[in-house]
């Protein structure tokens, strides 16, 4: 039975490769990022032993929600950027915090590479039919664009969705985020021809902001 093991960009920590390649070093600053590069070795060596079958999907920047409106994120402790900037614009926050704005960027704010979640189920699909199909059976592809935004490029998107200037405010950063992440997506989009449909960042934000207007409160009526 093949394997497709959902896996994470926290596995590479700090990197100065940029955009990452799969084969960047690997040095996870997060008990997350560890346990997910630990599980990975364990797949590996499964398959060595054993023949498994397996893909391994590094997500980059998981956000928005399902276009029609009617699935997004709901979880109670919220830490997501572009989810705290909608709770923020329903009046459920009061301000967008801005964690650090001295890194060595264009204009000192983190970098992501935010992949739509209809993009990341496209790219499992494709995945599953490569294994079924028997290529790519001890694969291992980031999952992101292969371009990143600022936290500032991405809250002012959220401002341009919303129609009115969200309350920012510079906080010290936050431990373990590395100045960048931004995936090197060539391996995915050329072995299994992933082709992302969202890539405009207002129209991720769009997405994340319709769920969020018509579900303030998550999945509860
Ligand atoms: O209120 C906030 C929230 C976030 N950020 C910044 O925004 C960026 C993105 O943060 P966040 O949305 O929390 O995502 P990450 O911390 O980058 O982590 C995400 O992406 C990782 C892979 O890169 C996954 O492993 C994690 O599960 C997933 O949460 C970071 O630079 C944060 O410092 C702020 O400035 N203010």
Redesign the pocket.
């Known amino acids: 039975m093949p394997l497709v093991f959902s896996s ?3 596995v590479y920590g700090t990197t100065d490769a940029v955009p990452i390649p799969e084969n960047a070093a690997m040095q996870p600053e997060s008990v ?2 560890e346990t997910k590069l630990m599980t990975e070795r364990m797949i590996h060596a499964f398959h060595t032993a054993h023949g498994l079958p397996y893909t391994i999907l590094r ?4 956000c928005g929600a399902a276009p029609a409106g009617d699935i997004g994120e709901a979880h109670p402790s919220q ?4 989810e ?1 900037a909608c709770m923020t614009a329903l009046g459920q926050r009061e301000k ?5 704005e001295d890194y060595d960027t264009p204009d000192g ?2 970098i ?1 590479d935010y992949v739509h979640v209809q993009d990341l189920a496209d790219a499992h699909v494709l995945a599953v039919e490569a294994l079924h199909a028997g290529k790519a059976d001890a694969a291992t592809y980031n999952v992101g664009l292969g371009h990143g935004f600022s ?1 500032k490029q ?1 809250l002012d998107a959220v401002d341009a969705v919303v129609g009115t200037p969200l309350d920012r405010e510079i906080a010290p950063r ?1 431990a373990g ?1 590395p100045p960048r ?1 931004v995936a090197d997506a060539t391996r995915i989009v050329q072995e299994l021809g992933f082709k992302p449909q969202f890539t405009d960042l207002q129209q991720i934000v769009q997405t994340a902001w319709n769920w969020h207007k018509g579900h303030p409160h998550g999945f509860e009526k």
């Open positions: 994470t960009a926290a997350y990022g997500y980059f920047n998981v830490s997501h950027l572009i705290l967008m915090m801005i964690f650090g704010t983190c992501r936290v991405v936050r985020d992440l």
